[in-house]
């Protein structure tokens, strides 16, 4: 059975109010263990660490050489970073220098 659009939707807002109710990073790493892959997660991690090498000024080239991830998914994070209208990345940067502030 194919789920639709509105399903898929509603699910992933479910997940997004999952992801909220942890209290701390421990219990974010405990949930994350158990909902994704290894795979998954190194995804995840990885693509966070390139958004974040991205705004210290490192150039794709660098990032790719020091992460080992390719330079088609510095790319694709940049493109989320700089031009997609969800802003996510951004977002939690923002949020994250105001933390260390």
């Known amino acids: ?3 639709d659009r509105t399903t898929k939707e509603r ?5 997004c109010e999952a ?3 942890a209290k ?12 994704t892959t290894p795979g998954e997660r190194d ?3 990885e693509r966070w660490r390139v ?3 991205l705004e210290a000024g490192r150039s794709y080239r660098e990032i790719s050489a020091e992460t080992g991830v390719s330079t088609t998914t510095v ?9 997609e ?17």
């Open 85 to 101: 209208p969800h802003q996510g990345y951004r977002l939690i940067l923002d949020r994250m220098k105001e933390k260390t502030r």
């Open 51 to 53: 958004a974040q090498l």
């Open 11 to 15: 699910d992933f807002n479910a997940l």
């Open 43 to 45: 995804a995840l991690a």
């Open 19 to 21: 992801l909220l109710a």
């Open 1 to 3: 059975m194919r789920l």
């Open 75 to 83: 790319t694709r994070v940049a493109r989320f970073l700089a031009q």
């Open 24 to 35: 701390d990073a421990g219990e974010m790493a405990r949930f994350l263990t158990d909902l």
